[in-house]
């Protein structure tokens, strides 16, 4: 279990150089003032201070003095408990954690700005908060409000209509049933999605399954190309592997043939320059022809006559060795061009027999135009198997979520033990019994039919039952319980002392919670009454405007937090 405790709030001006500043108690905490006097205010700049904008517009005023708001806050997560700052000034949220490590968040004015979906992943991570919601465009993270909402009922519309303390929520589809779900442990959307996505997968695979046998079952042509295979099957084998073996001969002889043409080629170009080499050599003999270059008479001596004839010699004998080779060669590649031949009319011979051939008027040739349908049937026969693997698979996957039956099962449970709250908060507030099931099931309720006052004391009731329901599922964090204003304004006060008597015995014990009560000192106070008769004098009591005067949340400042408000600036402008 997580539990979130607000220790402090700094609110400071440097504008005007006010403050506001307050600590608040283990239990029980009780905002009191005039109307008007800034209890909602100061209630929306805790909500602001951990980066929440919904409520931006109700804060005009008091945004418009350019002030930061600090909370000084303790979370204890799995036994463990840490000390967090969180500072926020207009657009930037500060953090910083047990270990003295800061994080800054700038651009968070905007829902949908990069750093405000960074602000999500880090509150969704410390809460491990992982709620999904459905909209229009798919199944994604829920916004941070989310985290808030079942601990929240603002001041103006949470007192009449249920989970609409923050706007914008009913905009995702599904939203009360994944938000129950959620927070009672039951399903997570992100589970929904993927049991969606096997759901889907699953209902894909048995179409294809259907389609391909459809194809098997049906088709003739695949049938009667089966009855050719089996009935040529034998001599199909003989003449492919006949062809086989006759066509790698084929290709062994059309090698050798290139082989031997190249080297044809080669002889024959070397006999064209041994002749040119041969004719220049006659006009170079010594004592009798010129240099080729110089034009001079070439030297007449014993050893020039002997290496002038002797290279005639040599040069005479290659031509004649060259000619020989050629003619060789040339016979070869005749010899070759003729079993080429012979093996390709063998061939084609063959070709046209097994064409011919036929069983019970098949032929060779309707056998090998069949093999298409052979091949499709097999690949038919191959796809059905691999994807029937797939469908055992994603069965089986799917099995490890909760039916919908099993869902459904769950949150009768869960509504049965919050009806029972329900019922008995009903009765504690002297509210008529309800029989209907859309006016007791948490599942159903939406609207009370009721007005006024009734109204009023049916919503805190639904509210107290569902905190209550709250602390029997695991793993859900637990952050102060905020009811803003919990008089409305024609409440006389037989139903204002009972609405606190209930507060003062139902409130939850593993929680802050903190209340907002209208008492202006000026006229018929009853504060010190409350914190004495009802409260026991147990709870914090934080005075507003000193219970007299109007818009006073900030008051001048006097230098007794100046350590704290030089601390938070240095936080702010902390470069890191």
Known sequence: MLNLKINSVLVYSELSDKYFFTEFGENLNIIYGKNTAG???????????????????????????????????????????QNYVFVRQDETLIIRDNNEKTIKFNGIGSDQSAEHIKLKKFFND???????????????????ETIFLPYYVSQDVGWVYLRKSFSNLNFYKNFKEDFLDYYLGIENS????????????????????????????????????????????????????????????????????IKESNNLAFLNQRLSVVSKVNRNHKNQKPGTDSCPTCSQTLPKSIEDMYEYFQEENDTSKIQSELKEKIKKSQASINSINKKISSLKEELESETRIYNKYSVDNLTFESWINNKANIQ????????????????????EKLSEFKTDSEILSERSKKSKIFKDYYKSNNAFLGLPELKESRFNDLYDISSFPFQGVQLHLAVLS?????NRL?????????????????????????????????????????????????????????????????????????????????????????GEQKTLIENSFELLENEN
Do not use: W
């Not at 639904?462 to 569902?466: C, D, G």
């Open 470 to 558: 709250l602390t029997d599922s695991s793993g859900i964090h637990r952050i102060p319980f905020i009811l803003d204003s919990i008089f409305k304004e024609d409440i006389e006060q037989g139903t204002k002392n009972k609405i606190l008597k209930f507060i003062n015995s139902h409130h939850p014990k593993d929680t802050q919670t903190i209340l907002s009560i209208a008492d202006d000192k000026n006229v018929d106070s009853k504060i010190e009454t409350y914190s004495s008769e009802f409260f026991n004098k147990e709870a914090k009591m934080i005075c507003i405007g000193e219970g007299v005067r109007e818009k006073s949340l900030l008051i001048d400042n006097d």
């Open 126 to 144: 410390l809460f491990d908060f992982n709620l999904m919601l459905e909209s229009t465009s798919g199944i994604s993270e829920a916004p941070m």
């Open 190 to 257: 992100e589970d929904r999605k993927e049991k969606r996505e096997i759901e889907t997968l699953i209902k894909s695979l048995q179409q294809q399954i259907s389609f391909f046998n459809k194809i098997e079952t049906d088709n003739e042509e695949l049938e009667v190309s089966q009855i050719i295979e089996d009935s040529f099957s034998g001599k199909s084998n003989e003449f492919i592997d006949n062809f086989s073996s006759n066509k790698s001969k084929l290709l062994e002889l059309e090698n050798k043939q």
């Open 39 to 81: 209890k909602s205010t100061l209630i929306q700049l805790v909500l602001y201070a951990f980066g929440i904008n919904d409520n931006k517009l109700k804060l005009t005023e008091i945004l418009s003095e350019e002030i930061f708001v600090r909370l000084d806050c303790t979370l204890r997560k799995d036994g463990i408990s």
């Open 462 to 466: 639904y509210h107290f039952a569902f």
């Open 376 to 395: 499709l049937n097999n690949n038919i026969t191959s796809q059905v198997g691999r994807l029937s693997l797939t469908l055992e698979e994603q069965k």
